[in-house]
């Protein structure tokens, strides 16, 4: 034992006198060889990284589709149709026969949605690629989307929507993004009960439609597998599968940028902690101050402890464990400078204030010490982004799927180590403007309000709307479904419509259909499978009659007919143009509730157009919804073209006649 003690000390490096005489050893060697870039049959782009070291594969398929394309009414419904694609399994093989036979191999399959792509990730060993990527491109391409499947799907989603201001921080993101592009922009919308309660099996089959094919599809693969081979194996199994439709592109995100800082204030009473957001507008990563304001970010808020926030906030006046500020560059739209903080509600206006001394100052040179220290900590972090095939396939697959060069990581590189102080200042000074930030603070307004009033002006994110936002609501709504005059003085309303559902059966019923708005009476005629059914529900007595019987309605019968035909959403129509309703209010999410003189409670809500996408009616203690679709014109004002009843048994109804009448002929509703 001693000599091998004599042996290893024999064998050490004398210790420096100080840690700093320490001499770091070489940086391993590691160069990833560039992918092999092969464009497939149909439009396909496929990247390749060839690294035999394991027996393994790993790779990606990424489409070109995200929530940023979900309906305005349907938000969520990416996320809900990812997750109900792998959990329900495609034609071919049922989720659980997926899972069983991943288990069974050790390897993974995983969807990620996000706000412009589908990404869909797997690993195996290199003797079961072929029949991995068998069953993925079956996955994507006949997804089986069970109805069973879809109901977890969307009551894992409720929950999510339940939790989603259970973490402030989070939280104060998302109202962020609804502030800066407004609450109704597809970058900024957030799934709710309702939009995801509205998302039918057919929703999903109609998004898979529209958006998947070959044409939308990047894939990389690195392991042990040649290029040749997934190439020859892709093209194979994408053989016959059609490009997608053409699709109109997504709007640019519109940054709303104040005349002044603005500061949008959000209760939260008992949290014991103010998270604070900041932004500004933002650039692409093609623009040239891309490079400088990596630089700028790096020194101002996220170039580790040692940034300007970092040190002032935290380390100087202790408000804070984590702070910091940084421009987000976008791939195909202008990004976003943010800055973020959690601090002590009683400190938020002096954490906010420190802040923006800090933006203020930003827009002058750095030291020359400072920049270079920036620009070693990118060096140093730059090895560990290209440090495995994975990492270097990664940032391929980001250039090719959003059109960049492939030189455009050495070329920023490059552009990094030129930079000097006076360009990096010039660059902030021409995107850097802190008179002019959105501001959003959630927390306990009683302690809030009066530091952040000494800052600019507070608005509050949580207060009902003002008393005549209902009648700007309302002159929406009537802009969109036709003059209000007109509704205010019809008499009723008749339409011809085909029912599908459960509660119909396997045959479609069309019906004919007269209801009074004056008295709720109501006239249906309808046709299944060659028998006609005739049922008048009158002012105080109600019959069906078919061929062969005149059948009476008990009196309650009746009554439960004349409460639909009042929840009727031409006769709420009706009643909203005459100032009939009572207690109108609007909510958070834009919806309009209120009550009827007969005492149902209603809730509407509306389409971006103004166009009503869900009605719910409470009444005797039963709550009813409808959603609406396709909506048309018919002599100057709009109908919905499909309707669906969303309940136990659910039935959508299909209109193809709509006729709004000034008045209605009393005979429809005497006894067939």
Known sequence: MIPLLIMLTLAQDPLPQHPRELSPPALRSYSASAPTHTSLPGGAELLVIEDSSLPLVDGALVFRVGSVLDPAEKVGLTAVAADCMREGG?????????????????????????EETLTIRFSCASEDLRELLSRVINLVRTPLFPQEVLVQSKQRAQSAVARMEDDPSSFADALL???????????????????????EREDLQLWHKAYFGPDRL??????????????????????????????????????NVPASTTIHLYDRPGVPQTELRFAGPGILRLHPDYAPLLLWSDVVGI???????????????GLAYTVGAYFRPGWEHSGRLVGFIGTRNEAAGTALSSMLEVIKASVDPFEAEELAEALERHRNAEVFRVDTPHEVLDRAMLLLLHGYPEDFWDKS???????????????????VDPERFVVVAVGPAEILAPQLEELGEVLRLDREPPADAP?????????????????????GVEYVSEMTGVAVGASAARSHSWISFLDASSRTETQVAGSKTTMVIGRERGWAKTPQTLTEFPQEICERARGRARTNLY???????????????????GRLSGALSSGERFELELNEDGFPISLSIRASGEEFLTRYADWSFEDGVAYAKRATQVQERPIERHLSKFVLHPELDEALFQEP
Do not use: C, K
Request: aromatic letters at 6%; a negative charge.
């Open 218 to 255: 990047v894939t990389g693969v690195t392991g042990d597998v040649s290029a040749d081979v997934v190439s020859a194996l892709l093209t194979e199994l994408l053989e016959g599968w059609q490009a997608a439709p053409e699709r109109a592109a997504t709007p640019a995100p519109v940054f």
């Open 303 to 317: 170039g580790g402890a040692t940034n300007r926030m970092m040190v002032r906030l935290r380390t100087q006046l």
């Open 413 to 431: 590189w490059g552009r990094l180590a030129q930079l000097d102080p006076e360009q990096v200042a010039a660059a902030s000074r021409r995107h």
């Open 571 to 589: 006769r709420l129509l009706r009643v909203l143009a005459g100032g009939e309703a009572e207690s109108l209010r609007l909510d958070q999410e």
């Open 177 to 199: 993004l609804e502030v800066v592009y407004g609450a109704s922009s597809p970058w900024a919308r957030r799934p709710t009960a309702a939009s995801v309660n509205a998302i």
């Open 471 to 491: 009648s700007e609501w309302l002159e929406r709504l009537y802009a969109a479904v036709g003059p209000r005059a007109r509704w205010a003085e019809a008499e």
């Open 90 to 114: 495609s034609e071919s093989s049922s989720g659980a026969e997926l899972d069983a036979w991943l288990d069974l191999r050790a390897a993974t399959l995983e969807l990620t949605p996000a």
